[in-house]
């Protein structure tokens, strides 16, 4: 019965920023990691960033720098702050959480325009 929502995606132009948001129907602490995914068309989905139940983070190369994954266990809500960004950073952005079982969210588009 565990959810995960996300939100936040749109069109903006290279160079801007955008925040997502993912939030889950459970306490975020009940994952052993929280992480954003993204696929571009005819590309395989990657690990952007994730976060693990201790709060240690992971990001992947392409966007080291650029992007912050956050927490707000109040909310039960994990944000990725997108800053710089880049026409390859086009995709449709998913978040993924860890307990016994793994959960996928629906997905946000976010289109980075040059």
């Known amino acids: 019965q565990v959810q995960l929502v996300e939100s936040g995606g749109g069109l903006v132009q290279a160079g801007g920023s955008l925040s997502l948001s993912c939030a889950a129907s459970a306490s975020i602490f009940s994952f052993n990691v929280i992480g954003w995914y993204r696929q571009a068309p005819g590309k395989q989905r990657e690990l952007v960033a994730a976060i693990t139940r201790g709060g240690t983070t992971n990001y992947a190369d392409s966007v080291k720098g650029r992007f912050t994954i956050s927490r707000d266990s109040a909310k039960d809500t994990v944000y990725l702050q997108m800053n710089s960004l880049k026409p390859e950073d086009t995709a449709v952005y998913y978040c993924?959480?860890?307990?016994?079982?793994?959960?996928w969210g629906q997905g946000t588009q976010v289109t980075v325009s040059s």
């Open positions: 993924h959480g860890r307990m016994l079982r793994d959960y």
